[in-house]
């Protein structure tokens, strides 16, 4: 079973830098959309496009059939679902919800089970990609819930990305998401220390990049962040606040699975030195700075 596009409203709930994209795209592929972000400023833009405001989260809740979520913090989530003018509280039997929020499994888990109390249907579905990723509709989403449930909203997450797996029950598409950050966030020190590197040496490090990232040092990272890093380009797709919480709950997730994560441990010293020193809405990238 699929949603049809026809009669089909689908709410969204967080319009930063990346959820103004994924909406856009729903927008343009013909399904009426209502939106809700805590800043209304922020949305004003995709407003224009055509999105319907709601002012409140429990209105989004009342009118639409499936609700993607795309916000900061677990804690946001929390709130967004579970409280009291929350989406599980005031939406219809047999809504949809997407949480695209990097977010806690635990928490997933327990939205799943809220929902299916409710005869409503949770996902967990994170996404890779950053800003570029959102922009272009190609976003890696990775997702976890009932097989029903995947295939039903599947129409609609092509609308957004290209590379969609469904990794297992509630929770999964969480774990999977953390096996991302933990890829980026330990290869982001060996691509910042080349690009130092190839400086110090007396290189053009724009000449390195094109030589290594078409070899086995190649990485989205260096492709895509590597350039800004030379150019001093340190603008956020990806803030490094955000970055922060998704290596603490990756962190908090290894240990209680008895997993040491040494290098993931580093990164996110790293990050917190940074963030200490106010660049904390900078872009990932910004770990660079380390090395100039």
């Given at each position: 079973?699929?949603?049809?596009?026809?009669?089909?409203?689908?709410?969204?709930?967080?319009?930063?830098?990346?959820?103004?994209?994924?909406?856009?795209?729903?927008?343009?592929?013909?399904?009426?959309?209502?939106?809700?972000?805590?800043?209304?400023?922020?949305?004003?833009?995709?407003?224009?496009?055509?999105?319907?405001?709601?002012?409140?989260?429990?209105?989004?809740?009342?009118?639409?059939?499936?609700?993607?979520?795309?916000?900061?913090?677990?804690?946001?989530?929390?709130?967004?679902?579970?409280?009291?003018?929350?989406?599980?509280?005031?939406?219809?039997?047999?809504?949809?919800?997407?949480?695209?929020?990097?977010?806690?499994?635990?928490?997933?888990q327990k939205i799943?089970?809220?929902?299916?109390?409710?005869?409503?249907?949770?996902?967990?579905?994170?996404?890779?990609?950053?800003?570029?990723?959102?922009?272009?509709?190609?976003?890696?989403?990775?997702?976890?819930?009932?097989?029903?449930?995947?295939?039903?909203?599947?129409?609609?997450?092509?609308?957004?990305?290209?590379?969609?797996?469904?990794?297992?029950?509630?929770?999964?598409?969480?774990?999977?998401?953390?096996?991302?950050?933990?890829?980026?966030?330990?290869?982001?020190?060996?691509?910042?220390?080349?690009?130092?590197?190839?400086?110090?040496?007396?290189?053009s490090p724009k000449?390195?990049?094109?030589?290594?990232?078409?070899?086995?040092a190649g990485s989205?990272?260096?492709?895509?962040?590597?350039?800004?890093?030379?150019?001093?380009?340190?603008?956020?797709?990806?803030?490094?606040?955000?970055?922060?919480?998704?290596?603490?709950?990756?962190?908090?997730?290894?240990?209680?699975?008895?997993?040491?994560?040494?290098?993931?441990?580093?990164?996110?010293?790293?990050?917190?030195?940074?963030?200490?020193?106010?660049?904390?809405?900078?872009?990932?990238?910004?770990?660079?700075?380390?090395?100039?």
């Amino acid at each position: 079973m699929t949603l049809e596009r026809e009669n089909k409203i689908i709410g969204f709930i967080g319009i930063g830098v990346m959820g103004k994209s994924m909406a856009s795209h729903l927008m343009k592929a013909g399904y009426e959309v209502v939106v809700y972000n805590r800043t209304k400023e922020k949305a004003l833009s995709i407003i224009e496009e055509g999105a319907k405001w709601k002012d409140t989260v429990k209105e989004i809740a009342e009118v639409a059939d499936i609700i993607i979520t795309i916000v900061g913090y677990p804690h946001d989530v929390e709130e967004v679902y579970l409280g009291e003018t929350g989406l599980l509280n005031h939406a219809k039997k047999g809504t949809y919800f997407i949480d695209m929020t990097t977010s806690k499994p635990s928490l997933a888990q327990k939205i799943y089970e809220e929902a299916k109390k409710r005869e409503m249907h949770a996902l967990d579905a994170p996404v890779s990609g950053g800003d570029i990723g959102a922009k272009e509709a190609r976003l890696a989403i990775m997702v976890g819930g009932d097989e029903e449930a995947f295939h039903a909203v599947l129409p609609v997450l092509e609308k957004m990305g290209k590379n969609i797996i469904l990794q297992g029950g509630p929770g999964a598409g969480h774990y999977t998401k953390m096996c991302n950050q933990m890829a980026i966030a330990t290869g982001m020190i060996g691509v910042c220390e080349a690009i130092a590197y190839a400086k110090k040496a007396g290189l053009s490090p724009k000449k390195v990049l094109q030589t290594i990232e078409t070899g086995a040092a190649g990485s989205w990272s260096l492709s895509n962040l590597a350039p800004k890093m030379i150019d001093g380009n340190f603008e956020p797709g990806f803030y490094i606040k955000h970055f922060i919480k998704d290596m603490t709950i990756a962190l908090e997730s290894a240990e209680e699975m008895g997993l040491l994560t040494p290098g993931l441990k580093l990164a996110k010293e790293l990050y917190e030195k940074l963030a200490e020193d106010g660049e904390e809405n900078s872009g990932t990238q910004a770990l660079y700075k380390f090395y100039q």
